[in-house]
């Protein structure tokens, strides 16, 4: 059974930072890209940070400058550091990772359960 767990987060003042991990458990074969997302209340899911199994990341452009992702493949880990929070960065935050349990299972999306981040201003 693989999980995502994620921890970090909680409530942090404006231009102030967090970090967030999330550990992928279970067995595994192969993990591909790695993610957060994001969610506020009334809006939808949106893609924070990605990063592949060679490192290649990308961000979308509100935290570009200020968020970091990066990973550990020996620790099936991913990390989001977020430097200088803003008040609209208040969301639960999700670790996603795309990955094969087998070597002949197609990749598929994991999930975690989310950690709430609110930045107070």
Excluded: H
């Amino acid at each position: 059974q693989v999980q995502l767990v994620e921890s970090g987060g909680g409530l942090v003042q404006a231009g102030g930072s967090a970090r967030l991990s999330c550990v992928v458990s279970g067995s595994t074969f192969r993990i591909n890209d790695m993610g957060w997302y994001r969610q506020s209340p009334g809006k939808q899911r949106e893609q924070v940070a990605a990063i592949t199994y060679g490192g290649s990341t990308n961000y979308t452009d509100s935290v570009k400058g200020r968020f970091t992702i990066s990973r550990d493949n020996a620790k099936n880990t991913v990390y989001l550091q977020m430097n200088s929070l803003k008040p609209e960065d208040t969301a639960v935050y999700y670790c996603n990772a795309v990955l094969k349990v087998r070597f002949y299972v197609p990749a598929r999306d994991y999930w975690g359960q989310g950690t709430q981040v609110a930045v107070s201003s």
